[in-house]
């Protein structure tokens, strides 16, 4: 099979990628890394670039991997940039934006239902399967969520939406602290229309989240909604990604949140492919799989 870069020329196979540079460094989304350039009699042999699949490889990041190391220590030791932070006996570099100014009042009234606000996505079937997708980005967070009981998940779920909230200070409106309180104790959440109190709430946040361009808590009441009323694996995805953006924390808190069970290993398309969990939609690996076994 020819890899991308034997299908153009020399300059710009060298510029997207090279059989002679060696990744050892990952971002963590799709093949995106750090790169050592080991083409012998290059001006740039041994320099450290960043390789990015939708924009190919730079050079300059550093001259060697010894220039690379000593920047590397002082980072772990001063959080200079990104804070360091292990989890499974790996190390992330994590970053986390400070919180924004507060706004808004716990005792705002509530806008009326004929009141020009945005629309709030209600998810339309909540056992929809999860699109393995949305997994990826867990690692062995996501092969946990695959293989866990559904009951573990959904209490995932509203730990994770309740840390959510109070993150983002969405919990000191009244109708989104109630319907918090009212999945803990297990009762389901009224059938959903965009006039409904919650709702109501929701959308004045989103509208308020604009002005302010405060993205934040615009995904916070965005998860909200696919929280209460969606799938609790989804739900789970979606607040994760969110708190990755405001604390570096948000993995080990997902794994306590699971119940600190033991880690599988991160998954590959076998993991995917053998997968047996009608909330999660694999069907693509299973057939992929099936094919690879005959």
Known sequence: MRSVAEDLDDEEAEYDWHHAYLKFGSYGSTADGLTIDCRRGQDSYGAIGRFFDESGT??????SLGGYLPELADQLETGRDASPVT????????????????????????PGPDDQLPELNIPSN????????????????????????????AEAARKQLRRLAVETGLNKYPEISSALDALDRGEAPPVPDQSCPLALRLRKVLAQAHAHRDDHRRWAAEQMAHGIWGSPYRSVCESASARSHLTVNWRTDLHEDLGNPPLPPIPDDRFWGTLRNPAIDSSWYTTRYVQDQS
């Open 58 to 63: 730079e050079f300059g990041w550093a001259d």
């Open 126 to 153: 909540a056992t929809a399967p999860l699109p393995v997708g949305l997994l990826h980005g867990l690692e062995e967070l996501g092969a946990l969520l695959a293989i866990l009981p559904p009951e573990r998940v």
């Open 87 to 110: 989890f499974n006996g790996r190390l992330f570099w994590e970053s986390a934006f400070p919180p924004r100014p507060e706004w808004g009042s716990a005792d705002e009234p509530l």
